[in-house]
């Protein structure tokens, strides 16, 4: 929720406990978020997470001391095993650091439970043991225990129960869709791709053939994806699909644009249109579904300004104002292992589920330039080879996405005693829970030897590779 929500608001939902999240901000910026002093005097636990901490420093009357830089980085933290917070987590642990503004002067009664080895405090509580602070981020991959560290403090702090299921999400769903769309009909746009997949597999499993799944082709799938997703449909999801090929369209309208913003809206754009064409030959047809999930939410909004929007993804920025279909996103507050953990439940195959995410812009954002038929051609053959020897290797599984990337660079080579002066490409591969946080994948030298050396020898206008070793933060995944 955001922290300029009504606290009358935020305690009607009975919270167990409250995380305050990090921000860009400085507690002592003009226009810094600042939460109810309501929320601060009641019973419940809180924990702040970098800025959140520096809230609770100053509300408490402690001191932050500010620093103009911030900076993120690896850091070993190193606690008293006496927090409640830091249960079975090892007394050494590396995290991901904030390395902004810092804990000055403890607030009375607080105590300092972890710092790092430079002696930067690094976790503070509370007498009452009811408010925590942490300088470091627990929700970024890179935190090695972070998960145990916030399910310490949901569980063993808030005491809260877990009980969400796979199976009574989807009892609840169905009845949601069902109540919600009657005898209408729902259009649902599918791609192949896992979230899109276990969406329409939902609807279907509420509403039969009232939801109709349209596949389309913008020409920025990857190569053969087209047809692959139609057999996949029809032979291995049993469920029919209309497909339809708009690559010519979709390239016309991206002709020239380079900017990576404008590339996502105009393909967001044009998807919603070519639904909403598709509609008007349906009766009762008044619902689009989506697989939009939470981490494309929270990428795509900015609530209020502070946290600041990183990208587009297209399901999300690029719906118009004004829509004349009735949005349905069954999966927008879940991440992609609940995601799958519901597929499984709905019996999707696991090697569907298991395929990588694919963004909605597709190729586009991975040609870092304009776009023309001769340049997706390259990254196709590039991009299919990678992924081939991921299979062969027996890498693809234990990756959570990989794909290669077209440069807008040519450069020097020498390939059978010519002279060559052509593209380069870099690969990118990373592993990651969510997608949210992601850690470049090191895969065995032999391995990227290999694939370099294919698409070097294969594709003709390649002939450079480079590997991404950018986490993300401070990288995203897609390089637009
Ligand atoms: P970034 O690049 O933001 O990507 O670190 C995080 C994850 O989201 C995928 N992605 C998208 N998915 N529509 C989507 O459905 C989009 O516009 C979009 N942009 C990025 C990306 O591939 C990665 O898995």
Request: charged share 25%.
């Amino acid at each position: 929720m955001p922290f300029s929500e009504d606290p009358n608001k935020i305690l009607s939902k009975k919270p167990v406990g409250i995380i305050l999240s990090g921000g860009p901000s400085s507690v002592y910026d003009d226009n810094s978020p600042q939460i109810s002093n309501q929320l601060f005097r009641l019973d419940i636990p809180i924990l702040g997470i970098c800025y959140g901490m520096q809230l609770l420093i100053k509300v408490y009357g402690g001191e932050v001391g500010s620093s103009k830089n911030r900076e993120y980085g690896n850091a070993i933290l190193n606690h008293d095993g006496l927090s409640k917070l830091f249960y079975n987590v090892n007394n050494l642990t590396k995290v991901w650091m904030s390395h902004g503004d810092y804990l000055k002067k403890k607030p009375e009664g607080f105590t300092v439970d972890a710092i790092t080895k430079d002696n930067v405090p690094a976790a503070i509580s509370s007498k009452d043991k009811r408010k925590y602070g942490i300088q470091f981020h627990p929700e970024v991959t890179h935190s090695k225990e972070g998960d145990k560290i916030i399910k310490n403090f949901v569980f063993k702090i808030c005491n809260a129960k877990s009980i969400w299921t796979a199976k009574s999400f989807i009892q609840n769903q169905i009845k949601t869709i069902k109540d919600t769309v009657g005898d209408s009909k729902v259009i649902c746009g599918v791609s192949g791709g896992v979230d899109s997949t276990v969406t329409v597999k939902l609807l279907y499993e509420a509403i039969g053939d009232n939801v109709i799944p349209v596949f389309i082709d913008n020409g920025l799938l990857r190569k053969d994806e087209f047809e692959f997703v139609k057999l996949m449909f029809k032979d291995r999801m049993n469920m029919p699909i209309k497909s339809f090929n708009r690559s010519k369209h979709f390239l016309d309208k991206l002709k020239g644009i380079t900017n990576p913003e404008r590339k996502r809206k105009i393909i967001g754009r044009e998807f919603i249109k070519i639904f909403d064409e598709i509609s008007k030959k349906y009766d009762k047809l008044e619902f689009l579904a989506q697989g939009t999930l939470y981490p494309d939410i929270i990428e795509s909004v900015s609530v209020n300004g502070p946290s600041a929007k990183i990208k587009s993804h297209h399901n999300v920025g690029g719906l118009p104002k004004k829509l004349n279909l009735k949005l349905i996103e069954p999966m927008k507050k879940l991440f992609k292992d609940e995601v799958r953990e519901i597929g499984r439940s709905l019996n999707v195959p696991e090697d569907i589920l298991m395929r990588h995410p694919f963004p909605g812009p597709g190729l586009a954002v991975r040609i870092l330039e304009d776009i023309t038929k001769q340049k997706l051609k390259l990254l196709k053959e590039a991009d299919s080879i990678f992924i081939e020897e991921l299979h062969l290797q027996g890498l693809y599984d234990t990756t959570w996405q990989a794909f290669v990337v077209l440069l807008p660079v040519k450069s020097v080579g020498v390939m059978g005693d010519k002279r060559t002066y052509q593209r380069a490409v870099a690969l990118r591969a990373v592993s990651s829970r969510d997608g949210m946080t992601a850690e470049w994948t090191e895969f065995p030298h032999e391995f990227l030897k290999r694939v370099s050396t294919r698409i070097v020898n294969e594709v003709y206008g390649i002939n450079r590779v480079v590997y991404d070793i950018t986490n993300k933060p401070p990288g995203t995944i897609e390089w637009e």
